[in-house]
């Protein structure tokens, strides 16, 4: 519990020390008036009562002295420590006009100013929200303009990223989030499975973490080379590679000022080609292999048929050179069906499957059919609920492929397209008139198909593979009509359960975005002259066996999340459990409620600290009381490998500094006082994100008392009394 201080000390015990100092200094000035004969027979008569009844005098003079205490300490609550805790509410509410009223207290006059602050303050609040509803109105457009590119850029299936001067990410999207997320070496690829990694681009974070700075560096000076020298459309291409051997090609554009004159950043465009090298690699080198296969079998053929033209060749010798022929030209068949085949597999694996409504691939299929065969095609029994997951340009070529067979060996074979649900599959049926039409069709599966006069290497099989579905021909008994069905995927059962890439249903849309970052100057200062609103934080919290951390206690669950831009990333989290390799005291359950079993088979604090670091890397640390955390991570420095060097906020001292007058400092007090609202409790995110909205709500309190920088604010809360605690 913090003391009150040498002011309320001194307030209760002034008055106990006053008036024995009156007493000694009446005393004196009567002995000192006495004559000498007076003064001497004022000795004999008042030492003996002085010798006998000496106590009750002080006795008397103790609870006067306790009885004018209780009254100091009224007043110095009334009227010290009721203005100081009024001040400190005041400035909260200045800054934030939606923070708790006043709580009137103290005498009349302070509770009729706690009364009228409360009006103000209902008026700055009124008078923000009509304000608040002007720039909303004001700034609609150009919301709506910032949403539909916010929505643009989710939708992209290609990999994107806006970047500052300084390499920082102020926009990015899904797509390279889940590019990020597989390419990127984090702690967490080799580690247990049950290790989280952090995602290692963010707002606010440097692209450099993931693509080296000279590579951006190259590609920045080449662009602005080619604006200097008058291009219009400036650009830069590379390829880079990952720490898992990934390739990923890179296009960067410039980002313009609004009259054109300079630059205010970079857009990238990403790609990984990795899968398209090796694939252009695979071809070149059967390429290659067959060049040299196939110079050394007609290089052997060449030879055998100048021995053929021999007109006295024996005839043994003849055979052999003949076979050499033949068996040269069995290989060299052998060698370019491989080849062939090859090129179908890469065909069939590079298409993509995209969701289309049934009703139209019918449509489509009936007008191709009609088209390639001349033949109109009824569409019968078609749900049009249906949505397919589908390479419809792979399909309709199959269907038209078999349509042709079939007019081919039918004169009249009456074709219908039909359309319906099979459970979590879909069947697509191709009818016809003449079941005997469908038997005469050899090889109708495995056969290269052919559109026109351009043949394809892959095959009806090939196509339904590719949607992982079936095909058969299929002829119901008692029913003069057959049918090709294929089995194909739905766009519902192709659907997957959320990826971490993508929010879970009823979440809203992450914040992938922040123009302001646009503004940002990290480079141009060192870290403690930076404005505390314009810093990228990581507020963390963790929870432990103990309160022990040199004594063997360990961590059990560490909580992260992210500020950047004075905004809180609330999606932007770690939460990872921690196997502390040792029991959990009861007493520590009851409080986090955190049990053996859930830390079972989690991984260990040396495979999390690295992960967390990665997480952490390029902010400042802020947390409630962070002098024990910290403790805990230094403690596992040589075991885990990695630092925490970083600038180190917490809240505990900072709203000491801004809140002097209060008593209590505890993570419940200080959001009570901030209008915060606690969810989560001794948990470790939880708590992370409760001292995160505390501290985005200090920020401006400490604005008010000249506390500006993060300089500013680390030689300040060295200054509080609770900078003193050690763990």
């Keep these: 519990m913090r003391l009150k201080g040498s002011g309320l000390a001194l307030a209760v015990l002034a008055p106990g020390f006053a008036l024995l100092l009156w007493a000694v200094l009446g005393a004196g000035l009567l002995f000192a008036a006495l004559d000498p004969a007076t003064r001497a027979g004022v000795v004999d008569?008042?030492?003996?009562?002085?010798?006998?009844?000496?106590?009750?005098?002080?006795?008397?003079?103790?609870?006067?002295?306790?009885?004018?205490?209780?009254?100091?300490?009224?007043l110095y609550s009334v009227h010290v420590e009721a203005p100081l805790r009024l001040a400190d509410a005041a400035r909260v509410l200045a800054s934030d006009a939606a923070a708790p009223a006043l709580v009137a207290q103290g005498g009349a006059g302070l509770r009729d100013l706690a009364g009228t602050?409360?009006?103000?303050?209902?008026?700055?609040?009124a008078q923000r929200e009509d304000m608040a509803r002007h720039i909303a109105e004001a700034s609609r457009a150009v919301a709506f303009e910032r949403d539909q590119l916010a929505t643009l850029m989710a939708e992209l299936q290609q990999a994107v990223v806006v970047l500052n001067l300084e390499g920082r990410i102020l926009l990015y999207n899904a797509g390279a989030r889940a590019l990020f997320r597989r390419l990127s070496r984090s702690p967490a690829a080799e580690g247990p499975p049950d290790l989280v990694g952090p995602d290692l681009i963010g707002l606010g974070r440097s692209i450099h973490a993931v693509i080296d700075r000279s590579l951006i560096d190259h590609a920045r000076e080449t662009i602005e080379r080619r604006m200097a020298g008058g291009d219009a459309r400036p650009a830069a291409r590379?390829?880079?590679?990952?720490?898992?051997?990934?390739?990923?090609?890179?296009?960067?554009?410039?980002?313009?000022?609004?009259?054109?004159?300079?630059?205010?950043?970079?857009?990238?465009?990403l790609d990984d080609i990795t899968d398209d090298y090796e694939a252009h690699a695979r071809q070149d080198r059967a390429l290659l292999e067959l060049s040299e296969a196939s110079r050394a079998s007609f290089a052997a053929m060449q030879a055998a048929l100048d021995m053929l033209d021999y007109p006295d060749l024996e005839a043994a010798d003849r055979e052999r050179f003949q076979a050499v022929v033949r068996d040269e030209v069995a290989a060299m068949s052998t060698r370019l069906s491989a080849l062939a085949a090859d090129a179908s597999q890469d065909m069939t694996t590079r298409w993509p499957l995209q969701d289309m409504l049934g009703t139209e691939l019918v449509a489509a299929a009936a007008r191709r059919i009609a088209a390639e065969t001349g033949c109109e095609v009824a569409t019968a029994e078609v749900d049009g609920d249906l949505w397919l997951s589908v390479d419809s340009f792979a399909l309709l070529q199959a269907l038209a492929y078999l349509a042709r067979r079939l007019v081919q060996a039918s004169a009249s074979p009456g074709l219908v397209l039909r359309l319906a649900a099979a459970g979590t599959r879909a069947h697509l049926d191709l009818a016809f008139r003449d079941p005997e039409a469908g038997r005469a069709l050899a090889g109708w599966q495995t056969t290269p198909m052919q559109s026109g006069?351009?043949?394809s290497p892959l095959t009806v099989r090939d196509v339904v593979e590719r949607h992982g579905g079936e095909l058969w021909l299929e002829h119901p008994r008692g029913v003069a009509e057959a049918c090709f069905r294929f089995l194909?995927?739905?766009?519902?059962?192709a659907a997957q359960p959320p990826s971490p890439e993508a929010p879970a249903p009823g979440e809203s849309r992450p914040a992938y975005f922040d123009f302001d970052l646009f503004a940002a100057s990290a480079g141009s200062r060192d870290s403690?002259?930076?404005?505390?609103?314009?810093i990228a934080y990581t507020v963390f919290d963790t929870e432990t066996t103990g309160l022990?951390?040199?004594?063997?206690?360990?961590?059990?669950?560490?909580g992260a999340t992210r500020i950047v831009n004075g905004r809180l990333?609330?999606?932007?989290?770690?939460?990872?459990l921690v196997d502390p390799g040792r029991s959990i005291p009861e007493a520590g359950i009851a409080v986090h409620g955190i049990r053996p079993q859930m830390v079972r088979g989690k991984p260990a604090i040396t495979k999390v600290l690295p992960a967390f670091h990665a997480f952490a890397a390029d902010t400042v640390l802020v947390g409630h009381n962070v002098a024990f955390d910290m403790r805990f991570l230094t403690l596992k420095e040589k075991a885990s490998g990695v630092v925490f060097d970083q600038p180190v906020l917490d809240t505990l001292l900072l709203a000491g500094l801004v809140h002097p007058g209060e008593a209590s400092h505890s993570l419940e007090a200080i959001a009570g006082r901030l209008g915060v609202a606690v969810s989560g409790r001794h948990t470790a995110l939880g708590d992370a994100l409760v001292t995160a909205e505390i501290f985005l709500k200090l920020i401006p309190l400490l604005r008010q008392r000249g506390i500006l920088t993060l300089g500013q604010a680390r030689a300040a809360a060295r200054t509080s009394y609770y900078a003193r605690l050690t763990y």
């Design 528 to 534: 403690d002259e930076r404005l505390l609103g314009e």
């Design 117 to 125: 602050v409360n009006a103000l303050a209902g008026q700055l609040r």
């Design 569 to 576: 990333l609330a999606d932007d989290c770690f939460d990872q």
């Design 453 to 455: 006069a351009t043949p």
């Design 488 to 493: 194909l995927p739905t766009a519902m059962a």
């Design 238 to 269: 590379f390829v880079t590679t990952t720490a898992l051997g990934h390739l990923v090609q890179v296009l960067l554009a410039p980002v313009r000022h609004g009259d054109g004159a300079g630059l205010s950043g970079f857009v990238l465009l």
């Design 548 to 558: 022990d951390p040199a004594g063997g206690d360990e961590i059990l669950q560490i």
């Design 45 to 74: 008569v008042l030492g003996p009562v002085a010798e006998s009844h000496g106590m009750i005098l002080v006795l008397w003079w103790a609870l006067a002295s306790a009885g004018a205490g209780l009254i100091a300490r009224r």
